[in-house]
């Protein structure tokens, strides 16, 4: 074997094995930066060895860019969906149907049902061929490209896999991963996806596999299908997926009676509040494959399994009153506040009514008796106004027109559902919210300052702007103290500023002067620039000198910072009092500017020059612009008299490549790029 292949086959069956154990296992070996580092180099010896570059390479995880339409695909199993009971009557009816067709004893498999969306895996010697979603359950689309972005899917298989064969199970999205996607587009101005399950149907059916791998998608399989399996059941089938590198249920009960799978039923039904994603159910499934065989199914569903659908809570309670917030951005949220009851194990007294638009949907009046659910639900929610017992004299519920903590007049931009308070320097709040952002953990991690210390600061006019924090002293903080009321137990405790306190927050306000730069800006809470964008935006400019007096063109240049952004953006900066709170943070020492040491940059080869990246290109287009901007370019988007180089691959646009050669701006070829950056490396080791 040449060694050129040997070294690529090597990289694989490393990179496959760290996927494995971080994806599957949940135990990570090796650093996210080593990680990189491997991946980098299987994609460049595959783009100069291309002859050696495989359907299964680890390499195709990253994204493929943007497909234009899915295709159609038949399956050759049809994907059935399963019947459906609520009651532990239906239950007992399906065990004695069950018993009425077969004579030999019978074990059931119980399973979590994962609130996701069914996928169908089609393996041949080992490697993914095909990812099919339902669809009809005769006929799916082929997302394949979409699927291998997903990490806990393994693109080659470990172990005695069967040549050919199907595993079906659920693409799902963790709470964790949901929270953060969210908080990404909240941040964005992006409508928010109302569950998990919704946020991966959405996720797995764009276009762009780029996207897709932004998110954060994860599985569990659990189905095995095939001629020829060596297995006899479906306990053993889910053994082996997990052998074959499978991340398989991490909740399979075998039991013998039905009165045992209703326990199971009853456990969960309680203890799936504490699983890190949603479940709605209970899968029961007949063990033995000839028994499921013999049982055989109907038109729509397989005779040998069923679900039991966990009953979304639902109950009455009055209405007592609606409250209108003001968060940081100055985003007004209406909140229903509730006569106490208990759902799902909790006492909920209060139900997010989340705009105007949904309380003219429900057509709210003052003292309704409303239906709220929790169900799968992290956060309650009203579902509905049971009419008959409204008061015929009570008056409809208006969305207030001034804010309830400044009296400034509320605004709604336009096309947007959202209605806000404009006052943002004035309005507390907003204030308030901008400086516990500024203390979070993805931005300055002042953690010494959780605990409703912040509360504590502000309300003695200690802090009132971010750059307040890094003018505390000892002596105006020790001995401060506030009695804390817990609304459910109605207990009460002190937070009391002690030396040892104190000198926490003081050393962790030090500390934040080595946050690196994209986090900083990320901490100033501009609107709409979340975390991704203030990393492209520091990448970019480099230091807050140059973000502050960025022009709109320069600004929506940078990938993915749109219109709004930039806009949004250049209003921080108009504003005389943003540009002294930055100027005091810069005195105080926090890291304004982008140090090599915080992107890895070794090189910088580009000098901040502007770099256009146009075509297709043997690796996804932001894995090109990631390597540019890591030996310092800056990434745009269109040509000028300023721009460095037009990086191109394949199907560059005609009119770009016209502007470049009219304006003599040398074009490199995706093989250049490789070779200059190769070069510079060896000039600067020699």
């Known amino acids: 074997m040449d060694p050129i292949q040997v070294k690529i086959e090597e990289l694989k069956e490393k990179i496959n094995q760290h996927n494995y154990n971080y994806y599957v296992l949940d135990n990570p070996t090796i650093s996210d930066y080593d990680f990189d580092q491997l991946l980098l180099e299987l994609i460049r010896l595959e783009e100069q060895y ?4 495989t359907a299964d390479s680890p390499s195709q995880r990253v994204g493929g860019g943007v497909t234009q339409q899915f295709e159609t695909w038949t399956h050759q199993y049809p994907m059935l ?6 009651s532990k009557e239906e239950l007992y009816e399906f065990d004695q149907r069950i018993h009425k067709l077969l004579t030999e004893p019978v074990e059931y498999v119980c399973e979590l049902k994962y609130d996701g969306v069914a996928i169908n895996l089609i393996y041949k010697n080992g490697v993914l061929v095909k990812g099919v979603t ?23 298989l470990r172990g005695d896999y069967p040549q050919d064969f199907e595993v079906r199970g659920e693409i799902i999205l963790t709470h964790k991963q949901f929270a ?43 189905l095995l299908l095939g001629e020829q399996l060596p297995i006899i059941n479906h306990d053993d089938a889910i053994q082996k997926l997990k052998e074959w590198g499978f991340k398989t249920p991490e909740v399979v009960e075998k039991v013998s009676t039905i009165d045992e799978v209703f326990a199971f039923i009853q456990y969960w039904d309680k203890e799936r509040e504490h699983l890190p994603f949603d479940i709605d159910g209970v899968v029961i499934k007949v063990n033995s494959f000839a028994q499921q065989t013999a049982l ?6 397989p005779r040998w399994a069923i679900s039991y659908k966990f009953k979304a809570e639902r109950v009455l309670t009055p209405l007592l009153s609606v409250d209108f917030q003001i968060g940081r951005t100055g985003a007004v949220t209406p909140v229903a506040n509730l006569a106490p009851v208990p759902i799902s194990g909790t006492i909920v007294k209060r139900a997010t009514l989340h705009n105007a638009d949904m309380i003219e949907a429900l057509d709210l009046h003052d003292g309704d008796y409303v239906y709220v659910e929790k169900g799968g639900e992290i956060i309650p ?16 519920i208006q969305f207030i027109t001034r804010c309830p903590e400044c009296n400034t007049l509320l605004v709604q931009n336009p096309g947007e559902t959202q209605i806000y308070c404009p006052n943002e320097l004035g309005c507390p709040p907003q204030i308030k919210g901008r400086l516990e952002h500024f203390i979070s953990k993805k931005a300055m991690n002042l953690d010494s300052l959780g605990e409703g210390k912040v509360e504590m600061l502000f309300s003695n006019q200690l802090v009132h702007s971010i750059a307040d924090f890094y003018d505390l002293q000892y002596d105006q903080l020790i001995g401060l103290e506030k009695v804390i009321t817990d609304e459910e137990s109605q207990t009460e ?25 994209e986090r900083v800006l990320f901490a100033l809470g501009i609107r709409f620039v979340g975390e991704v964008t203030a ?20 600004l929506t240049q940078v990938s993915d910072v749109g219109e709004k952004v930039a806009q949004s953006v250049i209003d921080y900066f108009n504003q005389a009092q943003n540009l002294e709170t930055v100027l005091r943070l810069q005195k105080a020492g926090l890291q304004f500017e982008v140090r090599d040491e915080d992107q890895g940059v070794q090189i910088d080869l580009f000098q901040q020059g502007s770099i256009v990246v146009s075509g297709v290109f043997s690796v996804p287009r932001d894995d090109i612009k990631k390597l540019i901007e890591q030996y310092g370019g800056k990434i745009v988007s269109s040509i000028s008299k300023s721009t460095l180089y037009v990086v191109a691959g394949e199907k560059m646009g005609p009119e770009k490549e016209k502007k470049a050669n009219s304006l003599g701006i040398p074009i490199l070829s995706e093989q250049d790029l490789y070779e200059m950056i190769d070069k510079e490396k060896k000039n600067i080791e020699n």
Not at 505 to 513: A, W
Not at 535 to 554: G, H, P, V
Request: hydrophobic share 35%.
């Open 493 to 517: 405790r002190v937070i009391s500023f002690q030396d040892k306190t104190v000198q926490n927050i003081l050393s962790s306000v030090e500390q934040s002067k080595q946050v690196p730069f």
């Open 180 to 222: 953060i996607l969210n908080d990404e587009r909240e941040e964005l101005g992006y409508p928010t996806f109302a569950n998990p399950r919704n946020a991966a149907s959405g996720s797995l059916k764009l276009l762009d596999s780029n996207e897709v791998a932004r998110r954060g998608l994860d599985s569990r399989l659990y």
């Open 296 to 301: 055989g199914t109907t038109s729509k569903f």
């Open 134 to 156: 339902r669809g009809d359950g005769v006929v799916g689309d082929d997302v394949t490209v979409n699927v291998k972005t997903i990490r806990s899917i393994p693109l080659k």
């Open 81 to 86: 969906s399963l019947g459906n009971t609520y």
């Open 50 to 53: 291309p002859e050696y570059q």
């Open 381 to 396: 929610k009203i579902v509905a106004v049971e009419l008959e017992k409204r008061n015929p004299s009570s008056k409809k």
């Open 535 to 554: 990393r492209k935006l520091a990448t970019a400019f480099r230091s807050i000198d140059q973000l502050a007096n960025a022009t709109f063109e320069e």
